[in-house]
């Protein structure tokens, strides 16, 4: 059984690999799916618990990104606002 993916192995990917990545594991939850509806997925029900934690990671990932993004941008529209 393939362990859990970790947080620290994905915070190297830049903004644009967590979006293709995001995309990939969608995808492959969707071929899952699919295989499992169409009884050709009989074992390996534990990969979609796998992909699901994976997709969560990188989206919590992306938010905490834009979060930081907008934190500075606000930091940053304040020290202008205070140097007026």
């Not at 059984?1 to 947080?7: D, G, I, S, T, V």
């Not at 644009?16 to 029900?45: C, H, N, P, S, Y």
């Not at 834009?66 to 606000?74: A, F, M």
């Amino acid at each position: 059984m393939m362990a859990f993916p970790k947080m620290a192995d994905i915070k190297d990917l830049s903004d644009e690999e967590v979006v293709i990545e995001i995309a990939a594991t969608r995808r492959r939850l969707f071929d899952l799916r699919f295989q499992k509806a169409t009884r050709q997925l009989e074992k390996g029900l534990h990969q979609f618990k796998q992909e699901r934690h994976k997709l969560a990671q990188l989206m919590t990932l992306q938010q905490q990104r834009k979060s930081e993004i907008q934190t500075n941008d606000g930091a940053a529209v304040a020290n202008d606002a205070s140097d007026n």
